[in-house]
């Protein structure tokens, strides 16, 4: 079945860096536009940033512009995001999505199970 | 504050009918692109629910139901059942952002 398997968060001091992984299954990773969205405690969804199926295009909501990179490795069926400069209003439950439609009007399916990042002193 | 604009809260009596709008802009809904639907359970990643604005994925039960027109967008639940107690979310596509946006979420309550 298709799954999605994130990891990587944690507690992390604000200015310092993290990299989250998700691990795909169970379909054809490299055909896949791939999503991260984030939810901070209590709050509603946020999408942050999609990278297309071979990589060649990545975009990212304007918040973490200039400190988030999404990249992916087909060989390994991973995605990644790499966070640095970490800010208190980053602190949220990440998830990794597989895309679905095209790549200007993408709806997201399915979800991973998340991972907590903190970043607090 | 949300780029789509949806109320805070809804609830519904078991077996009654409610609806979720989701409101948005020229940018977005109003531009043609497509609204999407989330379910999201008490500690439970979300999970699709509607899309296209009102196609059902497989195993999605055909009481729940999605519309589109203008600038703005609903999802009906008909029947309603204790289990459908959840948050749910619109997304779509916004081109001034280049990017995907949600709206603020919806909490359902069966009372």
């Known amino acids: 079945q298709v799954q999605l398997v994130e990891s990587g968060g944690g507690v992390v001091q604000p200015g310092r860096s993290l990299r989250l992984s998700c691990a795909a299954s169970?379909?054809?990773?490299?055909?896949?536009?791939m999503h991260w969205v984030r939810q901070a405690p209590g709050k509603g969804l946020e999408w942050v940033a999609v990278?297309?199926?071979?990589?060649?295009?990545?975009y990212y909501t304007d918040s973490v512009k200039g400190r988030f990179t999404i990249s992916r490795d087909n060989s390994k069926n991973t995605v990644y995001l790499q966070m640095n400069s970490l800010r208190a209003e980053d602190t949220a439950v990440y998830y990794c999505?597989?895309?679905?439609?095209?790549?200007?009007?993408?709806?997201?399916?399915?979800w991973g199970q998340g991972t907590l990042v903190t970043v607090s002193s | 504050q949300s780029v789509l604009t949806q109320p805070p809260s809804v609830s519904g009596a078991p077996g009654q009918r409610v609806t979720i709008s989701c409101t948005g802009s020229?940018?977005?809904?109003?531009?043609?692109?497509?609204v999407h639907w989330y379910q999201q359970l008490p500690g439970t990643a979300p999970k699709l629910l509607i899309y296209?604005?009102?196609n059902r994925p497989s195993g999605v039960p055909d009481r729940f139901s999605g519309s589109k027109s203008g600038t703005s967008a609903s999802l009906a639940i008909t029947g309603l059942q204790a289990e459908d107690e959840a948050d749910y979310y619109c997304?779509?596509?916004?081109?001034?952002?280049?990017?995907?946006?949600f709206g603020g979420g919806t909490k359902l309550t069966v009372l």
């Open positions: 999505a597989r895309s679905g439609g095209s790549y200007r009007d993408p709806w997201f399916d399915p």
């Open positions: 169970g379909f054809t990773f490299s055909s896949y536009g």
């Open positions: 990278i297309w199926y071979d990589g060649s295009n990545k």
């Open positions: 020229s940018s977005n809904i109003g531009a043609g692109y497509d």
């Open positions: 296209g604005n009102n």
């Open positions: 997304q779509s596509y916004d081109s001034s952002l280049s990017g995907s946006v």
